[in-house]
């Protein structure tokens, strides 16, 4: 069945960088969007970032523009996302989630799959 495991979340201090993964298996994940989901302490899950099948366009939410990038490998079934300049406020549980088309979407009910999440902590 589908599987998302995300890795690579930890404390950091702020302005400091980590970079998540998140590989995939069994699905075909070379035309499948993906996205970056966040649930910050007592908050909803928001979308941070997104990516189409070929990595041809992506979206990222206005708090994480110029400091967050969403890349992928659809050699390696690999989703990746590097955050640079972390903030307090970056805190969160990050998953990855795959989308239901080649296409990525602002709407959550279009991303069905989603992993387990790594945990993220930005404190001095």
């Known amino acids: 069945q589908e599987k998302l495991v995300e890795s690579g979340g930890g404390l950091v201090q702020p302005g400091g960088s980590l970079k998540l993964s998140c590989v995939a298996s069994?699905?075909?994940?070379?035309?499948?969007?993906m996205g970056w989901f966040r649930r910050p302490p007592g908050k909803a899950s928001e979308l941070v970032a997104a990516?189409?099948?070929?990595?041809?366009?992506?979206y990222y939410t206005d708090a994480v523009k110029g400091r967050f990038t969403i890349t992928r490998d659809n050699d390696l079934n690999t989703l990746y996302l590097e955050m640079n300049d972390l903030r307090p406020e970056d805190t969160a549980l990050y998953s990855c989630?795959?989308?239901?088309?080649?296409?990525?979407?602002?709407?959550?009910?279009?991303?069905?799959?989603w992993g387990q999440g790594t945990q993220v902590n930005v404190s001095a």
């Open positions: 989630a795959s989308g239901q088309g080649p296409l990525f979407s602002l709407a959550p009910h279009s991303y069905p799959n």
């Open positions: 069994g699905f075909n994940f070379d035309i499948y969007a």
């Open positions: 990516i189409n099948s070929n990595a041809d366009n992506s």
